[in-house]
Structure formats: C-alpha cells, structure tokens
C-alpha cells in the first residue's frame, strides 16, 4: 500500500520553497508514495512544472486570518486518508498543524525551516509555540536552519532533520553560453554577472552594486544580468525594495549596462550564458540558485550566511564571501576575471559538487525515509 502525502504550502509562485516542492514531487519513489499539493493561494505559475499526475488542490486563503482555510484542509485530509501532511511556509505550517489535529485521523504532521536569522512577529512566534506539540517532525534544508528554528520555536532538538535542497542535474547542466547570448541580444565577448534572486530585503542586491560600482571605478567593463522580479502583490514590501533597488542602478555608472529579465521558466538555459553568479544575501537556507547555477558550471560567490559554505569550498569551486564586504566581493569579481583558468577549473569542480551532493534524486530519497519513519 502507497503512502499517501499530502504537501501544503502559501502558493507556487517562483521562490525557492515552491521550487523545491516541483523537485520532491517529479522525484519522489511513485510506486511507494502518492504525493499531492495544495496551495493556499490561486496563484499557481510554477505548478506548470510539475509532473502532470501530481494532484493539485487549491484551498484559496481569502483574508490574513482566514480559519475556513483549516476546516477545508481537515475535510481534503479525511477525503484521501493521508498518512502525512508536511507544510512549507508559515501560513501553511499552522494551517497544516491544526487540520492535522482536527481531521482526528492518525496523520504524520511535518513542518519545515527555509530560511535562518530572520525575524518572527511575536504574533507568528506565538502561532509557532501554541501548536508546537502538534509537530512530530520538522525538516530543515541547513543545519543553521534547524538552530534558529529551535531557538525560536522551542522544539527540542530530536524532532529535527536536514534535508538539504536538490537540483535536477538533467536539466540544469552545462550549456553552449554563447546559444542563449544570442537570445539575449549580448556580445559573445561581454563580461556577464548573474544575480538570481526575487526582489526582496533578504537579497541585498544593493551590496552586489556597490561592489560592482567599485570594479567599474577600475575601467572594468560587464553587463549586470538580473533575474527575477517582485514578489507576487508586493509582498512584504517588495514593491518598495524593488524601486529602490532600480533607483540606485539608475544612479550608477553601470545602468545602461543592467538586463532586467524578470521571472523566467528558463532559466536553465539563462545560468550558462553567465560568466559567474553572485549571491549576496542577508540570510539564507540552502539557496536554490547556488544549486542551480553551480550544477550549470557556473561558479558562484555567495556570502557567508547559513549553510553556503558547505555547498561553496572557497577557492574551490567559487568564492565564501563576508556580508557586506564590498571591497572583498569587488576584487573576488575582478579575479574571476583576471584568471581566466581559475574561473573553468572552478566550473568543472562547481558541476561535480552539486552531481555528488545535491540532486533531487537524494533529496526525495531522504524525504521519503523521514515520510517512513526511518532515521536519517
């Protein structure tokens, strides 16, 4: 008899949980589970991207405190006798935590932890502990990510696991770079940096800038590639980061020399046309885009945050910087682009790494070890 999951989450719109969702459930053992998702919201863009037998409920949360939303959820539970509900994202970890307990069925409750040093609202705080003995385990994509989860949860530490992030090596993988600059209308030649990330606070795209308004200073010329947009209905304040951010782009001395490309479904063919990625975050999990790039052999410098110095090995195959060192992120870019033999051997190295460590096969066969009941 197949396991039944049940996965809940906010919405699939493109962020790195939703992303991770797509590769649990396109990899996970479907002779042994039978997986389904719900969304919390209608807005469902990465949906597309999964496999086309995977169920998809929508149970739309139509205010901040919509309580019908754990009602529906206990009936959707009871409807396909889950054997677990596992919830990604605040909204849909205490949603997911009270259907669980009140769809009175023996339901394996799991929560998870995306993210490290970010800040709760004491009213999120609170949700989090008054519903914490509904949570038999949670599962953390960084071993960071687990400490601060306990830290503000209180969870004891036994209920916790790392699964760290998984990438399809099938599809991102190495690529002619010249093919999708073409596409793209850039020189063959051009000096390109990729940032991929959503336009929030947690980015910090304004550090990317002022380094690489350092390393203009020095006659450098590039193109600036940034992927990705704002958050779906400017969600926690993403419309106003993202004006500001363009703000100090417009005043640089590279602005004509910025792509913006927004939100893409291709962005397995855009990674290669990068010379390198760079990922400055205030705080992280286990970054998709590191995974992502690293796996199309296209380096990446990132900052010291979380777990991306066990994904990064600096000098290696890419660069562990400190956060908010602009000096040190400037002649790290100016390096890769100096040493030109560097920068291919730390493409080969990049690709072997995410092959070894961090593919989806791994992380959907350590998902269903916990889905089980087996130790990691």
């Known amino acids: 008899m197949k396991t039944k999951v049940l996965i809940v989450i ?25 997986i389904h998702v719900c969304s919390l919201s209608e807005y469902v863009p990465l949906a597309d991207q999964m496999n086309k037998d995977t169920p998809l409920h929508i ?32 909204d849909a970890e205490i949603a997911a935590r009270l259907a669980g307990k009140l769809s009175c069925t023996d339901i394996k409750i799991i929560g998870s932890e995306r993210n490290t040093n970010y800040t709760l609202k004491p009213i999120q705080k609170k949700a989090y502990k008054l519903t914490k003995h509904l949570v038999s385990d949670i599962i953390a994509n960084s071993q960071s990510g687990a400490k601060f989860n306990a830290s503000q949860t209180g969870q004891p530490s036994h209920k916790y696991h790392v699964v760290y992030n998984g ?3 099938k599809r991102f993988k190495p690529q ?32 990317l800038i002022e380094a690489l308004e350092q390393v203009k200073a020095q006659g450098i010329s590039f193109k600036l590639l940034l992927v990705g947009d704002t958050l779906y209905d400017g969600l926690h304040g993403s419309d106003h980061y993202t ?3 363009k703000q100090q782009i417009k005043n640089s001395g590279f602005s004509e020399d910025t792509i913006y490309l927004g939100n893409r479904d291709d ?35 990132a900052t010291n945050v979380s777990d991306n110095k066990k994904i990064i090995t600096d000098t290696l195959n890419g660069y562990i910087i400190d956060l908010n060192n602009t000096e040190q992120l400037s002649n790290r870019i100016i390096t890769l682009y100096e040493d030109k033999e560097k920068l291919e051997l730390m493409a080969i190295k990049s690709r072997a790494q995410i092959e070894h460590f961090f593919s989806s096969k791994r992380l959907a066969e350590n998902m269903q070890l916990i889905y089980c009941n087996k130790v990691l």
């Open 59 to 90: 149970i739309h949360k139509k205010a901040k405190f919509d309580f019908s939303v754990v009602f529906k959820l206990a009936k959707l539970v009871r409807q396909y006798k889950f054997n677990v509900i596992h919830s990604y994202l605040f």
């Open 243 to 245: 004006a500001a951010v």
């Open 10 to 34: 906010s919405n699939m719109e493109f962020g790195g949980a939703q992303r991770q969702v797509i590769e649990l459930v396109n990899n996970i053992d479907q002779t042994r589970f039978e």
């Open 267 to 301: 962005i397995e063919q855009i990674y290669p046309a990068c010379d390198f990625t760079v990922l400055p975050s205030l705080f992280e999990g286990t970054p998709n885009v590191v995974l992502e790039s690293m796996a199309c052999g296209i380096p990446v410098i």
């Open 167 to 169: 990438v399809d090596t």
């Open 176 to 207: 002619d770079k010249l093919k999708m600059r073409r596409v793209l209308g850039i020189d063959p030649d051009c000096k390109l940096i990729g940032m991929f990330a959503s336009f929030k606070q947690q980015k910090n795209h304004p550090f």
